[in-house]
Nanobody, 117 residues
Framework: QVQLVESGGGLVQAGGSLRLSCAAS????????MGWYRQAPGKQRELVAK???????NYVDSVKGRFTMSRDNTRSSAYLQMNTLKPEDTAVYYCNVDSFAPEGNYWGQGTQVSVSS
């Protein structure tokens, strides 16, 4: 059974930084993708960053140049370094894994990021 646990959220002033972590357990092989999504109140969940098994990473335009996704050498943990945070980055951030071993798409419980102006 795959489990994802996020951490690192919190309250920060605009211009500040946070680093989110996602610890994955139960993965047998490197997943197809590991990603970060976010959902603000009253809005749909949106993709923030997605890393493919080969390391290629895609970002939503609004975070390019400010956010950086990485993973550790075991490929079972992912991180999201968020710099120059803006109030519009306020949301619950979710870790997502698209795995083929075991097969499935998995979500963490989310971590709240709040950016004050």
């Amino acid at each position: 059974q795959v489990q994802l646990v996020e951490s690192g959220g919190g309250l920060v002033q605009a211009g500040g930084s946070l680093r989110l972590s996602c610890a994955a357990s139960g993965l047998i092989f490197t997943p197809r993708t590991m990603g970060w999504y976010r959902q603000a109140p009253g809005k749909q969940r949106e993709l923030v960053a997605k890393m493919h098994a080969n390391g290629t990473t895609n970002y939503v335009d609004s975070v390019k140049g400010r956010f950086t996704m990485s993973r550790d050498n075991t490929r079972s943990s992912a991180y999201l370094q968020m710099n120059t945070l803006k109030p519009e980055d306020t949301a619950v951030y979710y870790c997502n894994v698209d795995s083929f071993a075991p097969e499935g798409n998995y979500w963490g419980q989310g971590t709240q990021v709040s950016v004050s102006s």
